[in-house]
């Protein structure tokens, strides 16, 4: 027997009924981006390695330990699956010249990939859905991204989650953070672990992010950067906060908080819930006004965010606020062969007016089955019993079944019979006025939802 080739570990399928949610939160972001006036953008799943180098620090664990980078065979270019979008996003906005016009607000979803341990809501491919608003000063915009991100955990029905704010300041104020941070880190040397010892004189911010739990004492007691914002950075922080109260958002500020990512200034923030155990960072983002230039583009401010789809679909679960997968309005039920032609007319009548339709249609009989001994043409004319059809109907849980039976097809109607609502009462269509009741029905739907 030939042996199966199966998925690449951490890298997961997305199959029904899974795949209607993931579908139906997919929409549900889009309306609320549209809400914010945002416009898509897809950007390639490959990028030059030196984009996220650049972008996102040399000394940061995703560049060190996470990304998949592989040489071109052709050319030898190094390239790498995208570990996170916003380098990628500012790359194309440079590339292709969209702030010529003025500031730009975006957003984007699609899969990203990191080489790291797979574990509940952690997986080497995973899918983020974020917001990148280019080329706007002023915290009233990092108060809108928060405001956007809240809001869609509201739409959602989502409880628990709590947001986290900081401010990292401006370059000057992070130089003097961390001069005072490698003093205290240098007079604790003893308690660093061997990441921390590395990145002592080449990135000690990272040290603040450590998941070392024998650190975390040593950790909380160091200089905070708060203490050295100035005015300016200060004054920003505080409309921040002063927009969000307004709009009654709860809020904890976190000194600690500094991201994954180097290119971050001023507002940060994430998203976080207890109740998805370790990966409890849902959302995450912040203001990042130098990577643009950084990236060899004309100087312009930035602020941005991205939320991890599966791990905001863990949490949809647990709460269980999970929506049904996708049902059919209509369940048609074709008894005879010979009437297909004329059933798969109206139905598809039907689908052009907005209606949701599913046909009756036998499973396949297994190679090598018992139908290997009947004749071909009557396995797949065996459409199975009206009883037998009705019962898959009621299965599938759509509201209606279409009835094409003998009788009806004679008198040139059709059943319409109800399986949820007024369950078993019917009604004889006329199948030469398909779009008239096709309407109705339509209508009669949409008031059910209502």
């Avoid at 890298?11 to 549209?34: G, Y």
């Avoid at 950075?233 to 002063?242: I, K, R």
């Avoid at 049902?327 to 005879?336: E, K, L, R, T, W």
Wanted: hydrophobic share 40%; glycine share 8%; charged share 20%.
């Amino acid at each position: 027997m030939t042996e199966k080739i199966t998925a690449v570990k951490g890298m997961n399928d997305i199959l029904p009924p899974d795949s209607h949610l993931w579908e139906w939160l997919e929409a549900c972001v889009r309306d609320l981006m549209h809400s914010y006036a945002y416009q898509n953008i897809r950007t390639p799943i490959v990028e030059p390695s030196a984009l996220f180098i650049r972008g996102l620090g040399e000394v940061t664990d995703i560049v060190e330990k996470e990304m998949y980078s592989f040489e071109d065979r052709l050319n030898g270019e190094q390239l790498t699956l995208r570990p996170e979008a916003t380098a990628g996003v500012v790359r194309a906005a440079i590339q292709h010249n969209l702030l010529y016009e003025g500031p730009r607000r975006l957003y984007y979803t699609g899969p990203m990939f990191r080489h790291e341990r797979p574990q509940r809501g952690r997986y080497r491919q995973f899918h983020q859905m974020g917001a990148e608003a280019l080329g706007f000063a002023g915290p009233q915009l990092d108060a809108e991204l928060i405001l956007m991100a809240h809001g869609l955990w509201l739409s959602l029905g989502l409880e628990g989650i709590e947001l986290e704010l900081n401010s990292l300041g401006q370059p000057p104020e992070r130089q003097q953070h961390r001069q005072a941070l490698v003093a205290y880190f240098e007079a604790h040397r003893e308690a660093l672990d061997e990441d921390s010892q590395r990145r002592l004189l080449t990135n000690p911010l990272r040290i603040l992010d450590t998941k070392n739990p024998q650190m975390q004492s040593l950790v909380n007691a160091a200089p905070r950067l708060i203490d050295f914002l100035g005015a300016d950075s200060m004054a920003h922080f505080e409309t921040v906060q002063a927009v969000l109260q307004a709009n009654g958002v709860a809020y904890r500020l976190n000194p600690r908080l500094v991201r994954g990512m180097d290119y971050y200034n001023l507002t940060v923030f994430e998203f976080v819930t207890d109740q998805l155990g370790s990966q409890g960072t849902i959302c995450g983002g912040g203001r990042y006004d130098y990577l643009i230039e950084q990236l060899g583009g004309k100087p312009a401010p930035a602020v941005g965010w991205a939320f991890g789809v599966e791990r905001v679909l863990e949490l949809i679960k647990a709460q269980n606020l999970a929506k049904a997968s996708a049902v059919p309005d209509v369940y048609a039920v074709v008894p005879q062969m010979a009437h297909m032609p004329l059933a798969m007319k109206t139905l598809t009548q039907l689908r052009s007016l907005g209606l949701k339709v599913q046909m009756h249609s036998p499973g396949q009989t297994p190679m090598g089955g018992d139908a290997s001994s009947q004749a071909p043409q009557a396995a797949w004319m065996a459409l199975g019993s009206m009883k037998a059809q009705l019962k898959k109907a009621d299965a599938c849980l759509a509201p209606f079944a279409l009835i094409f039976g003998e009788q009806e097809v004679l008198e040139g109607v059709v059943t319409l019979k109800a399986l949820r609502d007024g369950v078993g009462s019917q009604r004889k269509m006329p199948l030469d006025d398909v779009a008239s009741w096709g309407k109705a029905l339509q209508c009669e739907l949409l008031a059910a939802v209502v």
